[in-house]
C-alpha cells in the first residue's frame, strides 16, 4: 500500500509544530512561495495539504484548482493571528455542496 504524506504550508511560527506530528512542513511568506509549494506537493501526490488562512486568501484560484480533485485535499487552517474563517466557511460550502443541506450553519439560522 502506498503512503501519502501530509504537509503544511504556512509561515514559520505557525507552521513549525506540526513538524513535531510527523507532518512536512514549507515555510511560505507570500502568495507566490504558497502557490509554488501547493502545486509542488500536489504533483508529489501529498494526500492532504493543510495551508494557512492568511496565505490561501491571497491564492483563492490556486487552491480552487484542487477542490474537486480527491488527492490532494486543501485544507485551511488558522495561522498565528487566529482564525480569518476563510476555512470554516469552505468547509461550510462542501459539506452543504455534498449533502444538500447546510449542517455547519449557525444554529441561529432558521
Not at 507552521?15 to 512561495?33: P, S, W
Not at 474563517?85 to 449557525?106: F, H, P, W, Y
Request: charged share 25%; net charge negative.
Amino acid at each position: 500500500m502506498e503512503k501519502h504524506k501530509i504537509a503544511v504550508i504556512g509561515d514559520r511560527t505557525s507552521v513549525l509544530g506540526f513538524r513535531a506530528l510527523g507532518l512536512e512542513t514549507i515555510f511560505a511568506q507570500n502568495a507566490e512561495e504558497a502557490s509554488q509549494a501547493l502545486h509542488t506537493l500536489a504533483r508529489e501526490k501529498c494526500a492532504i495539504i493543510y495551508i494557512t488562512e492568511d496565505l490561501a486568501r491571497h491564492i483563492p484560484e490556486e487552491i480552487a484548482r484542487y477542490a474537486d480533485e480527491t488527492i490532494p485535499a486543501v485544507i485551511l487552517i488558522p495561522g498565528r493571528a487566529g482564525s480569518l474563517q476563510i476555512g470554516m466557511t469552505a468547509l461550510s460550502k462542501s459539506v452543504e455542496r455534498a449533502v444538500g443541506a447546510n449542517l455547519l450553519g449557525d444554529e441561529d439560522e432558521v
